[in-house]
């Protein structure tokens, strides 16, 4: 009976070194670092071309930048097009970056779709989005 306990001791002792159930060192979370823009500039609604641009949304998380707007077609026919290229400035007016987006070279009248972009860039100086129409 002795020999049994002692066995039985040493191996509970086992799985508590192997589980970690004895570690009491606590490991601590850092959260993310998120930073949702929210200059008029680059939140605005804008109409180019026929397109309007709206709920715009600039998130920074990480360092990394995550870009999406609403993007209608207000005219009466369908519009084609290669893409839409995003700009982005800070507060001198100066452009810090270029994102290339894609809605597909057709949107038809009244459809609208969802502009989703992203870089490795930080933008959270970005105080002002300019898009062009490119053909």
Known sequence: MKKFLM????FISIIL???GCNNNEKVEKTEEDVHVITEE????????EGLSFT??????IDEETYFQV????????????DHIDVIFKNSNDEV???????????????ETRTL????????SD?????YEVVE
Do not use: C, M, P, R
């Open 17 to 19: 070194v192997v589980t």
């Open 55 to 60: 709920n715009t949304a600039l998130t920074v």
């Open 96 to 110: 810090i970056a270029t994102i290339y987006g894609s809605i597909g070279s057709v949107l038809e009248a009244g």
């Open 126 to 130: 970005a105080e002002n989005i300019e």
């Open 116 to 123: 989703e972009a992203s870089t490795i860039e930080n933008l």
């Open 41 to 48: 500039g680059v939140t605005k609604s804008q109409e180019i």
């Open 70 to 81: 609403d993007v209608t077609n207000n005219k009466d026919e369908a519009l084609t097009f």
């Open 7 to 10: 066995t039985l001791v040493i």
